[in-house]
């Protein structure tokens, strides 16, 4: 209070000289740093536009303003020593020059975070993904950090008590993330996904139980679009925790099959139908040749199993199905050109009759048959 009194009988005893002074040290200090920080922004500018990044532009760009403020500050600074000013108002001057630092420094914090952000939005990581949605919001949460901690410094520099600010501040936070904790989970799900990146927009991937194509990557859910053409919509908290696979991330597409032959195909034939279908696949021109396995791996119930692995140099799933069927077709040609053809499930049912084997009479029933009636007959008799 006695403070308070000492300025305010200062400032009423300055007289309209002073008053102008400092009116014009301030106007003439903002109008030289104007000037000088256009100079600079001119010199720097001739050497910024020779290099072949823009990143250095747009930091010239926005750092004027901060730049021109700061030199400001510093000649007025100067020029307030030069005033024959009153000491209690000199030294509140300085002090709410120093404070003026203080937001010159977080301003400057401001726009390095624009240049930062805005640079990262303009890199391929953020371009090729869905990370782009996020940027502005991971902007804005650094600029409230920022506005927070420049706030209580400059209160704390001024001399008021921060300390209960910042605790119901913090309390405030926490009480806030209890009662939107689900928000907050699909919020950091959402930039975990944005990091991370395990699928991007128009990615066709499998996610738990469905297959779908990623449509939309939103803030609070990913939505997708599923091959019967419906939407399935999941939260990103969820999603971040789920098992993705990603079926556009393959380089190549992966063929196996089994070519089933009828068990009258000779051995001769099997061989040739095995050289012929590694001939059919080694001829295409997007096959991987390292990939190609024509086998025979069983004699199974109704056919001669042939095991035939093939992947093709491709990422679309239409040339895939092309090139398939093309393999396909050559197959039969290749099971027709050796004489033989494709098995189906078959069942053969030996039935005894006409003489009929060893022990069996003229109906075809064998002894045991015989027996079994034998036995039922003395058994009515009974």
Known sequence: HSQLSTLNSQLESMTWMQWLSLAGAAVGSLV???LVSALVR?????LVRRTATTWDDIALKRLAGPLSAALALAVLSAVILTLSLP???????????????FAVFFWTLFRLVDIGFHMLGESMWARSGPSRSLIPLGSRVVK?????IAAVAVLSYLGFPVASLIAGLGIGGLALALAAQKTVENL??????GVDQPFRVGDTVKVEDFTATVERIGLRSTRFRTLDRSVV???NGRLADSRIESLTARDRLRMAMLLGLRYSTTERQVRQVLGGVE?????HP????????VRLVSLGASSLDIEVVAAFQTEQWAEFLEYRQESLLRFLGVVEGAGTSLAFPTRTIHLAGGGGPPGGDSSGRTGEVRAREGDIGARQRE
């Not at 001119?42 to 001739?46: E, K, N, S, T, Y």
């Not at 000491?87 to 630092?101: D, E, Q, T």
């Open 188 to 193: 950091f799900g959402a930039f975990s996904i």
């Open 42 to 46: 001119l010199v720097v500018g001739r």
């Open 144 to 148: 409230v950090g920022v506005l927070a």
């Open 279 to 283: 001939d059919a696949l080694r001829s």
């Open 233 to 235: 919509t999941i939260p």
């Open 286 to 293: 997007k096959i991987v040749a390292d990939s190609v396995s």
């Open 87 to 101: 000491p209690a108002f000199a030294g509140n001057a300085y002090r709410l020059v120093r404070a003026s630092y």
């Open 32 to 34: 030289l740093g104007l």
